[in-house]
């Protein structure tokens, strides 16, 4: 008896999800197809009725962690107060608390912006567009007059800050976090 469409959805969904956290947490060249499929709990074969490879896999695990992660979420609660883009900022820096189940992959795949296979370079960078376009619409609903200027640069701070963050040893992280996160707050007030 086939499969319903409901059914491969499902399965789809459980591949993208396993996909997602592990890239976002050791990046394209560090991730196997056997370990995701073994987080996903499901056979190679599942795989295969899916995705040509892992190439592929990529793409559509980075386009979901980038649809579900905190930053790209339309809230309209909290659209319009002031406080929305300073918990936007306080929830990226926050990369050892992120959401376990919808990874946010832009601090975690700095490496993978300059892999060699340009799938995975264009996968990164619909992600990075996409955080961009996330802040310049807010930027731009607050009056800003160069909206997509200052969410490139916010977005560069932010991942820049994370990745040096993930580098550097705990005592001296934690005011590096501070002292950034206040940075890019104050610059954001300013606009």
């Keep these: 008896m086939p499969?319903?469409?409901q059914h491969k959805e499902q399965t789809r969904q459980r591949i993208l999800v396993a996909a997602a956290k592990l890239f976002c947490s050791r990046g394209f060249d560090r991730v196997t197809l056997t370990q995701i499929m073994q987080k996903a709990n499901m056979t190679h074969g599942a795989f295969y009725a899916h995705f040509s490879g892992k190439s592929s896999l990529y793409e559509a695990a980075m386009q979901f962690a980038v649809s579900h992660a905190f930053?790209?979420?339309?809230d309209k609660r909290t659209e319009g107060k002031e406080t929305h883009l300073k918990a936007l900022v306080t929830r990226y820096l926050s990369w050892s608390k992120t959401d376990q189940?919808?990874?946010s992959p832009l601090e975690f795949l700095v490496t993978d912006a300059a892999h060699?296979?340009?799938k995975v370079?264009?996968?990164y960078q619909a992600c990075f567009d996409t955080l961009v376009e996330r802040l310049a619409t807010i930027l731009k609903k607050r009056g800003n007059p160069?909206?997509?200027a200052l969410a490139e640069e916010t977005v560069v701070s932010l991942v820049g800050t994370v990745s040096i963050a993930r580098s550097i040893s705990q005592p001296l992280q934690n005011d590096?976090?501070?002292r950034a996160h206040e940075r890019i707050v104050s610059r954001l007030k300013m606009a």
């Design 3 to 5: 499969y319903t469409q």
């Design 121 to 123: 370079r264009q996968a």
């Design 176 to 178: 590096f976090l501070k």
């Design 71 to 74: 930053w790209a979420r339309d």
């Design 116 to 118: 060699k296979e340009e």
């Design 146 to 148: 160069e909206p997509e």
């Design 101 to 103: 189940d919808h990874p």
